[in-house]
């Protein structure tokens, strides 16, 4: 793992796993080389009971000084991290300070924020970055901003600074891009759409992964014609 040495750039380090002590172990690691922070997936596959997550993210947390960010993704982990959990570690562990919320459900987000307007919560899913942002989230962590950083950034920090009105404008614009993108499993569609715009050189999976539909490689290519891409 490379850190850069600018103090003005921070790495959130993926440190997740489905036993405790692999994760644990990754998390010190990217403290080691310099991490910024951790993003932490749920146990996946086991299906844990909350009390069970709790102690996994309890005991990551006290593993390591750096900031824990949960990341809560039930689509793909079968594993859903309750509000009340969330709670319970935000209070029980200084440096847990939020969440990056994937379940796709406003509801959550509110739930959460209503509950514990202190805790940062990052938006999962592109399709309602703009909701969650206006409902008190703290930033996003974006597929799409693989492509369009630059309209990414822009709707955040409009949103952000109280421009709602601009900021769902670019939400507006991006709608067909953020379905596109998930025509098929995350990341084959946005790898796709990179090799299609000169972004990475060639298109290569690994199993059991493999390169999207014909079918969908062209309606990725046609979404792309809508789009500016900066920096080629």
Do not use: W
Request: charged share 20%; glycine share 8%; net charge negative.
């Amino acid at each position: 793992m490379f850190v850069s040495p600018s103090t003005s750039v921070k790495v959130l380090a993926g440190a997740g796993s489905n036993a405790t002590h692999e994760a644990v172990g990754l998390a010190k690691f990217a403290q080691t080389h310099g991490a910024g922070g951790i993003l932490s997936v749920t146990p996946y596959y086991n299906k844990p009971m909350q009390e069970g997550l709790y102690e996994h993210y309890k005991a990551l947390a006290n593993a390591v000084d750096i900031p824990v960010l949960l990341y809560n993704v039930p689509g793909r982990t079968a594993c859903d991290l309750m509000p009340e959990t969330i709670y319970r570690l935000f209070n029980d562990c200084p440096n847990i300070f939020g969440v990056k919320e994937a379940t796709g459900s406003i509801e959550r987000c509110v739930d959460l924020l209503a509950h514990e307007p202190s805790l940062s919560v990052i938006s999962g899913d592109d399709a309602i970055n703009y909701p969650i942002l206006s409902n008190g989230g703290s930033g996003v962590i974006s597929v799409t901003s693989n492509i369009l950083p630059d309209m990414i950034a822009k709707l955040t920090h409009l949103a952000m600074s109280g421009d709602f009105s601009e900021a769902k404008k670019i939400n507006d614009k991006l709608y067909t891009i953020n379905k596109v993108l998930f025509c098929e499993s995350n990341p084959i569609p946005v790898k796709a759409a990179m090799f299609l715009t000169g972004l990475i050189d060639t298109l290569e999976y690994r199993l059991p992964l493999m390169a999207p539909s014909s079918e969908n490689m062209k309606k990725i290519e046609e979404v792309l014609k809508q789009y500016e891409i900066k920096g080629l």
